[in-house]
């Protein structure tokens, strides 16, 4: 349903639009998840919920702007711009469209597409992801506070803003999100896990911090058919991992609760231009054959667990600014966090599609904020909406992050500081 002529939707779907990453998320895609979600309409409305979901997505995109300021975004660059909606029935269209649709869409989009396969860090074959969690800050309404606690004041006295706690899985490669789960920060990531763990498949290799080396989780994870590469604590609360065999690499096999298990004792030593430091670190994982996984490629590894640090910094310092959501209501929060979901994906997307044409191109140089800042051009100027007779895979945005490649990473010789 649209005017190929003019590059856009016609009349009151005008405004839908994602500009150049429509293409991404293209109509049909947004009709489905609205379909899928029961949000599919029996009339036309002034906003009809296929653009309220791509205020949204727009929303995240200037997450610094109130909602009539991002609907004037979504029409400033189209012919008939129409009129701006008032704030309350740009309020109570989100409202009738819900949260579902979001997840919906969330879960067309997720995952590493096969096209961009060989972009993804691999393991003996096995895809690599990394999970962990992150805090958002919510308004504080006495909605929000009812579904989301504060968290308990430390010695400078009570948190700001109430939290929602996210849990992500994500490849190590391109960073493209697998699975998500959000809710209350009065629980634990350890909460959340078990709601991603139907993500995991056979040929799969999860990595993860101390704090998801739980004997429960170890099993779940392994039930999955996948493998996994966690650090687990050590001292007084360490897991009790008797060696039960050396191997020739200097790790060794045991069992974690009955799973059986391979460890690995290592020290780390990083010199920078002030001191050298050492840290140890032991490593536990299902790959028990060391011919698959020597201990040095197992350490060399989990460093890649770190790429998920860099997304949730991309979703919050940069997609967010450090600004707090929008929603008042746990339903609107909801809502929201799964349309930033949504948009840190399309972007990824975007980011990665320029591979397909560009196979020299180098992922990991490729510039989220260049590709953050070009798509909200694309949608100020209303450009790339509806794709040509041949498909674009850089495009505007792609052409931008090629244009200015970050510098290849080198080795870090100073300590970081704030």
Not at 51 to 77: E, H, I, P
Not at 153 to 159: D, H, L, R, W
Not at 173 to 195: K, P, S
């Amino acid at each position: 349903m649209f005017d190929a002529a003019i590059n856009h939707a016609p009349g009151v779907f005008a405004p839908g639009n994602l500009g150049e990453l429509t293409g991404v998320a293209p109509f049909e895609m947004v009709d489905a998840a609205l379909e899928a979600a029961g949000g599919k309409e029996h009339r036309i409305r002034r906003l009809p919920s296929r653009v309220v979901v791509y205020l949204l997505l727009a929303g995240a995109l200037f997450a610094d702007q109130c909602w009539k300021q991002v609907y004037s975004r979504l029409v400033s660059g189209l012919s008939v711009p129409g009129k701006i909606p008032a704030a309350s029935a740009l309020s109570q269209a989100m409202h009738r469209v819900g949260p579902a649709a979001l997840r919906e869409l969330f879960t067309l989009l997720k995952g590493p597409a096969v096209s961009k396969q060989k972009h993804e860090t691999r393991l003996a074959g096995r895809l690599v992801l990394a999970i962990d969690g992150t805090q958002i800050a919510v308004p504080d309404t006495d909605a929000n506070r009812a579904s989301y606690p504060k968290p308990r004041g430390g010695p400078n006295g009570e948190a700001g803003y109430p939290m929602i706690r996210l849990v992500a899985v994500l490849t190590a490669g391109t960073r493209m999100l697998i699975e998500a789960a959000f809710g209350t920060d009065a629980v634990g990531e350890l909460t959340y896990v078990h709601q991603l763990t139907s993500c995991l498949r056979p040929g799969m290799v999860l990595l993860g911090d101390r704090n998801f080396a739980t004997y429960r989780f170890f099993a779940a994870v392994a039930h999955t058919g996948a493998v996994f590469l966690f650090r687990a604590k050590t001292g007084a609360n360490a897991m009790i991992l008797p060696v039960l065999e050396r191997l020739p690499d200097g790790s060794y096999l045991s069992k974690a609760a009955g799973q059986p298990v391979r460890v690995v004792d290592a020290v780390l030593t990083l010199t920078t231009r002030a001191a050298t430091r050492e840290s140890g670190y032991r490593l536990v994982t299902t790959i028990l054959d060391p011919r698959q996984a020597p201990a040095e490629a197992l350490v060399r590894l989990y460093h890649r667990r770190w790429k998920i640090e860099t997304a949730y910094c991309e979703l919050e310092s940069q997609i967010l600014g450090g600004r707090v959501l929008r929603g008042r209501h746990p339903g609107a929060v909801a809502q929201e966090t799964w349309a930033l979901l949504v948009c840190y994906q399309v972007l990824r997307t975007a980011i990665s599609d320029v591979t397909l044409q560009d196979s020299l191109a180098d992922p990991h140089r490729l510039s989220f904020s260049i590709a953050l800042r070009t798509a909200r051009d694309q949608v100020i100027h209303a450009q790339g909406i509806l794709a040509g007779a041949t498909v674009d895979w850089v495009g505007h945005i792609g052409a931008a992050v090629l244009a200015e490649p970050l510098p290849a990473k080198r080795r870090r010789t100073r300590v970081r500081v704030g």
